[in-house]
């Protein structure tokens, strides 16, 4: 019996062996690739080696993600590492686990299909961020129009559809520490703002951000905001309509604040 069992391990780890010394490299990598540029014609993907690990993933070197609006600025990650659920699979549905190195933090992420051995339809994603440096994103600078500095962690829930993710609903939690935010125009004498710590709650719905509350705190401004963001198509035409206060300890005063416009060209108004 000792004998057989021996025989079984020596069999299992001779295929682990082999099967991650011949893994076919070069040809996962351009069908990853070519499914995903195929399946979503905005997006663009690159990556460097693709690996096998253990326990079984797929791992990904230096990959990239454009979209064809913002084809010279791509959100990158170091390394991914993205695996099935056997026992969802088992159940005819695909559920697949994402880990990834980004921007100096770590990216933990599921995304469950709904409909059996699809992976169309309504989807459940959820992302877990940890001390992303946002500073490095060229993606979130090139959206926003802006340098944005910070450590960021947070999570988010989406379900809905790829293709229609501003008729989806979720909810979402980020804090932002140790961050700067640079102004597109002077205010209060200031070019940049410093905050320690900035909180934000937000729930999708019905086409609309609606922001529970973002706190914001530091020595040159601190306040709070809340309101809606009615989203658009085009992203950054998305409508703003925001209210809250905000205290100037170097000028000793608080206003009334109202920030209107469009995310591409927010208007803050102050009473």
């Known amino acids: 019996m000792k004998k057989w069992i021996s025989y079984i391990l020596y069999g299992i780890l001779i295929t682990i062996v082999f099967l991650y010394y011949l893994f076919p490299s070069e040809l996962v990598r351009n ?11 905005g997006i663009n993907l690159s990556t460097g080696d693709v690996k ?77 961020l940890d001390n992303i440096n946002v500073g490095k994103c060229s993606y979130l600078r090139d959206v926003s129009n802006r340098q944005i500095d910070g450590r960021l962690k947070g999570f988010l829930r989406f379900n809905g559809e790829y293709e229609k993710i ?15 935010i640079k102004l597109l125009k002077n205010m209060f004498g200031l070019d940049i703002l410093n905050f320690d710590r900035i909180e934000i709650s937000m729930r999708l719905k019905n086409r609309i951000l609606k922001m529970n509350e973002i706190n914001f705190a530091g020595k040159q401004v601190s306040g709070t905001l809340r309101g809606n963001i009615f989203l658009h198509r085009d992203i950054h035409q998305s409508r703003l309509a925001l209210k809250g206060n905000i205290e100037i300890p170097a000028l000793n005063k608080q206003f009334s604040t109202f920030l209107t416009g469009t995310l591409a060209n927010s208007i803050p108004r102050f009473m």
């Open 31 to 41: 069908y990853i690739v070519s499914t995903v540029t195929n399946n979503n014609p």
């Open 52 to 128: 096998i690990c253990f326990p079984p993933a797929i791992r990904c070197e230096n990959l990239a993600v454009s979209f064809n609006d913002k084809r010279d600025s791509a959100l990158r990650a170091d390394v991914v590492k993205v695996r099935p659920a056997l026992m969802n699979l088992l159940a005819g549905r695909f559920f697949l686990l994402l880990n990834a190195n980004v921007y100096e933090g770590n990216v933990d992420a599921s995304v469950s299909f709904k409909n059996r051995m699809s992976t169309e339809g309504p989807m459940e994603v959820i992302i877990g």
């Open 166 to 180: 501003i008729n989806g609903t979720g909810n979402a939690e980020f804090i932002l520490v140790d961050s700067s």
